[in-house]
């Protein structure tokens, strides 16, 4: 893959600016595609070393490779969140390769099955919890060892507004989300209580994203039963869906520099109050 205009401009900007990442390392699950790619990109230019991860090695592999094209740092580790061993391996090949990890953005997820609790596979279930909820925890665990020593660390949680509005059909996934940002502000308070400066948990709903995740909503056949997305088509349609470009803005916030001090929050695109100050930010 060759590296977009977009991305090589944007790596441009950031070298004529300060790099607010310059010297970091980044690791990304779900680093392929959609809004982890897009943040790979983002964090890249600024100066970040990522380390993106995904199941599928091909698709990782083209974003770092575009990363790299564009002069940046990048490598690719498959894996897949659900096996502790191969988190394991991401983590070790991170700091085999960089010595540090100073942001984890835990972005990999599953939206199935998509299906009535009594209709649902239930190892389907079980891999969805596993992904969306388990993957984070292992991650976290695994990389707050060497952030807690360097007295610095971001770990961002992506969540969604299905952690708290409940979609028929959705039950494995909004329990895991509603467990995410749950486990998000347990960390962050653990952290706090054990007056370990400089580590920050949060997690972002970043709305509804125009990715292969939303593309997968729209495919299920709700005909002759329940369930109702045609919000999402609606969505679609009316081309209201948020660029992952975009959300990968609100992420390059929370992991930088400019959300010092703030930890235990589940951040949200809704919020125009905030959305603002990272565009000032940003500028």
């Not at 960089?98 to 835990?106: A, F, H, P, S, T």
């Not at 609790?117 to 909820?133: K, Q, R, S, T």
């Not at 972002?204 to 056949?221: F, K, N, W």
């Amino acid at each position: 893959m060759t590296p977009s205009k977009s991305f090589k401009d944007a790596l441009a900007r950031k070298g004529r600016q300060n790099r607010k990442l310059q010297g970091q390392v980044a690791i990304i699950t779900g680093g392929g595609r959609g809004i982890g790619a897009a943040t790979g990109h983002l964090l890249a230019a600024a100066g970040a070393a990522v380390v993106l991860t995904a199941r599928s090695e091909e698709q990782i592999e083209a974003v770092a490779g575009a990363i790299r094209g564009a002069g940046a740092r990048a490598i690719a580790v498959p894996c897949d969140v659900s096996n502790p061993e191969q988190i394991e391996e991401v983590v070790e090949a991170a700091l085999t390769q960089y010595d540090r990890v100073d942001i984890l953005v835990n972005n990999a997820g599953v939206i199935w099955p998509i299906e009535q609790v009594f209709e649902a596979d239930p190892d389907e279930w079980a891999y969805n919890i596993h992904c969306n909820l388990v993957g984070p925890f292992q991650m976290a665990r695994n990389v707050l060892p060497l952030m807690i020593a360097q007295r610095y660390g971001r770990i961002l949680n992506i969540t969604s507004g299905a952690a708290e509005r409940v979609i028929p059909g959705w039950s494995a996934y909004c329990a895991a989300k509603a467990g995410l940002n749950m486990l998000t502000r347990s960390l962050a308070m653990e952290l706090q209580e054990a007056d370990v400066t400089g580590v920050t948990v949060n997690a972002l709903t970043p709305g509804m994203v125009d990715t292969e995740m939303q593309a997968d909503i729209r495919s299920v056949d709700t005909y002759d039963s329940s369930l109702d997305y045609s919000l999402f088509h609606q969505a679609y349609q009316q081309g209201s869906l948020r660029s992952a470009a975009t959300a990968a803005r609100l992420i390059y916030w929370l992991v930088g520099p400019w959300s010092q001090g703030r930890s235990g929050e589940i951040f949200s695109h809704a919020d125009g109050a905030w959305q603002a100050r990272v565009e000032r930010d940003l500028a």
